[in-house]
Nanobody, 117 residues
């Protein structure tokens, strides 16, 4: 079992920055990928960025050049640095961890990011 807990959401003005954190616990040795997804009101959950244990990173086209995913293995924590935020980035952001041989997905409860003036 893996548990992930997000933090760092909040209200920010357009053009501003936020950093989200995702702390993992439990069977962390079995995690081989972590990522961030988001869900805006009335829309489906979508991928924002993912990072594998091998260092492969993937970003959604809408956030390329603005968001950066990273991890601190010593702290069992993944981060999402979000710069040049836009109102359309407003959403609940969820942390995801993929674990085990069959690739079980674990999700956090989400953290709300609101971009508004």
């Amino acid at each position: 079992q893996v548990q992930v807990v997000e933090s760092g959401g909040g209200l920010v003005q357009p053009g501003g920055s936020l950093r989200l954190s995702c702390a993992a616990s439990g069977s962390i040795f079995s995690i081989y990928a972590m990522g961030w997804y988001r869900q805006a009101p009335g829309k489906q959950r979508e991928l924002v960025a993912t990072l594998t244990s091998g260092g492969i990173i993937k970003y959604a086209d809408s956030v390329k050049g603005r968001f950066t995913i990273s991890s601190d293995n010593a702290k069992n924590t993944a981060y999402l640095q979000m710069n040049s935020l836009k109102p359309e980035d407003t959403a609940v952001y969820y942390c995801n961890a993929v674990s085990g041989i069959v690739g079980i997905n674990y999700w956090g409860e989400g953290t709300l990011v609101t971009v508004s003036s």
